[in-house]
């Protein structure tokens, strides 16, 4: 990764810092053709673009792009679209303020709604959030709604990486 400078990245690539959107400048190799967009989209649903043997993210390449420097943390994506690689909507954060701008509930007693799982012990909906390395319980709520609400005024209070 540190062998591609911006200088080469942008002689391959046409960056649209408002779309985010690459296109090859010129062939370089392969199947690419001046002018199309480049790169595709992996199974976790983010842009990479293959150059000199090496594929990369391609919200890391925005941030070299731009601003000349690799990021020195992970990019986060604002708004929480993967595909979303308009310089605006990225950020160059620690791993831990990237984990905490989290927008979709996972795990399967969730109902959806991130704060919200079902306690089974008491057919309630229970939410907590990690502050510190800590599991903090906010309480039992009777409706996963009341759950993810307590859940996420928590979080834009504790959590520095939060855009909610």
Known sequence: MLDLTPEILR???RYDTSTGKFTWKRRTGGRATTGVAAGSVTE???LEIGLGRKIYKAHRLAWLYVYGVWPTGEIDHIDGDKLNNAIRNLRDVPRRA???N???ALGARTNGLLGATHHKATGKWR???WVDGR???LGL???AEEAHKAYIEAKRKHHEGCTL
């Open 11 to 13: 002689g391959c690539l």
């Open 44 to 46: 976790k649903g983010y």
């Open 98 to 100: 990237n984990q905490q």
């Open 102 to 104: 989290q927008r979709k």
């Open 127 to 129: 939410s907590r959030l």
């Open 135 to 137: 599991n903090i319980s």
């Open 141 to 143: 709520y009777e409706t």
